[in-house]
Structure formats: structure tokens, C-alpha cells
């Protein structure tokens, strides 16, 4: 049972464009959300997050919305680098007894043309 | 300096075999963490422990087996290896109630041939 989906596997975006990676969860009980980017060989780095109380965070070039009423959130990088091409993770958690236990998707692969 | 280093980076082993892989952390995280990460790209919580006490397990095969000697610390021991254990595992660390991210290692290849 799948409860965090990232239905693309690959995105190509020309550089200075925008990068929209999308995730959809299915569990009304995840609280928090995370998004993470992930270079070959290297361990997942975290990126962004939001909270279920927030429909957007933004930092920088990076910017997350999240609508509840349809379990979807994403992911808009703004303008796209070459830099970051890379597997982004969606995760989500609920928040029990202070305790996170975060669900990742599958990812979605961005490159960035030069 | 690493924040979470796991040793060893590759791993290849045959069929039965036992083995050990090593995760520290010098972030002052009390939180630590295994993911198993595998062919189809899932990355699934296996283990979590709390100030070396355990508080996530999932339906994880009792051949698996994490062992946290002091919050710094968290190893996971995989007795009896089978081919369908072969997958990147990740270490990860994080702060107790904190929401923000878990820091990640780099990742352990095992191969299970």
C-alpha cells in the first residue's frame, strides 16, 4: 500500500524554466511533508517542508504548496539550474506522541538542460 | 567531519552469510534511524530508536536485528542473508519532536549474491 506517490519518474526541464515535481499521499493523518534531493551515490539531503496548517513555503528558488482537500502537494523550483539536477523525494508523517515517522515516495528524477 | 557516516559503503556477500553494517552520527541527534532503500526505489522505514530504546519497528524479518550501543551509535546486524535483502540501506539521524529533516547518510550497497 502506497501511501506517498510520486507518479513521474523523470522530469527534463530546460534551465531558467520552471521545475513542477508533483506527490499525492492518501493518509489524512499526515501532518508534516518533506521534500528531499538525492545525488547519486549520496544519501538523501532535505530541502523544504511544510507543515498541514500552511498551504505554501518558500525558500529561495524552492517553493512547496500543499492542498489538503486533494492529498496533493508540490514542488516548484524557480529558475531551474543545471545544479539541480538530481532524484527529489516527497515524505510525509503523521505526528504521534511527538514522533515522526516519515513515508518517502519513489522520487522523481529532474534534469536540467543547459 | 561527516554528520552520519555508514561503513561499509559497498557490501557483497553470498547467500547465508552474516553481516554488520555501521552507522554513527556527531550531530547530538537523539534519534536514529534505518532505511531500506530497493530496486523499485522505495525508501522504507525499517527501525527507529530513541535514546538507544527502540520505538519503530516494522514488519521487518526477525533476521534483522539493530542494535544501538549509545544514542551515537545505531548497527544493523542481518543474519542469514537472502538474495531479496540486496538494496542500499541509509542510516538517518534527527532530534527528538523536531519536524524538520532527518540527515541522511550516504548509503550502504549490499549485494547479496
Known amino acids: 500500500d502506497q501511501q506517498v506517490k510520486q507518479n513521474s519518474p523523470s522530469l527534463s526541464v530546460q534551465e531558467g524554466r520552471i521545475s513542477i515535481l508533483n506527490c499525492d499521499y492518501t493518509?489524512?493523518?499526515?501532518?508534516?511533508f518533506l521534500w528531499y534531493k538525492k545525488y547519486p551515490a549520496e544519501g538523501p539531503t532535505f530541502l523544504i517542508s511544510?507543515?498541514?496548517?500552511?498551504d505554501k513555503n518558500e525558500d529561495g528558488r524552492f517553493t512547496v504548496f500543499l492542498n489538503k482537500s486533494a492529498k496533493h502537494l508540490s514542488l516548484h523550483i524557480v529558475p531551474s539550474q543545471p545544479g539541480d539536477s538530481a532524484v527529489y523525494f516527497c515524505?510525509?508523517?503523521?505526528?504521534?506522541?511527538?514522533?515522526?515517522?516519515?513515508?518517502f515516495g519513489t522520487g522523481t528524477r529532474l534534469k536540467v538542460l543547459a | 567531519d561527516t554528520a552520519v557516516s555508514q561503513t561499509p559503503k559497498y557490501l557483497v556477500t553470498q547467500m547465508g552469510n552474516d553481516k554488520s553494517i555501521k552507522c554513527e552520527q556527531n550531530?547530538?541527534?537523539?534519534?536514529m534511524y534505518w532505511y531500506k532503500q530497493d530496486s523499485k526505489k522505495f525508501l522504507k522505514i525499517m527501525f527507529s530508536?530513541?535514546?538507544?530504546?527502540?520505538?519503530i519497528n516494522e514488519t521487518v524479518p526477525n533476521r534483522f536485528s539493530p542494535k544501538s550501543p549509545d544514542k551515537a551509535h545505531l548497527n544493523l546486524h542481518i543474519n542469514s542473508l537472502e538474495l531479496g535483502d540486496s538494496a542500499v540501506y541509509f542510516c538517518?539521524?534527527?532530534?527528538?519532536?523536531?519536524?524538520?529533516?532527518?540527515?541522511f547518510g550516504s548509503g550502504t550497497r549490499l549485494t547479496v549474491v
Open positions: 538517518a539521524s534527527s532530534r527528538t519532536g523536531s519536524s524538520s529533516s532527518y540527515t
Open positions: 493518509n489524512s493523518m499526515f501532518d508534516y
Open positions: 511544510i507543515s498541514s496548517i500552511k
Open positions: 515524505a510525509a508523517s503523521p505526528i504521534t506522541s511527538g514522533t515522526y515517522k516519515y513515508i
Open positions: 550531530l547530538g541527534h537523539d534519534t
Open positions: 530508536y530513541n535514546n538507544k530504546e527502540l520505538i
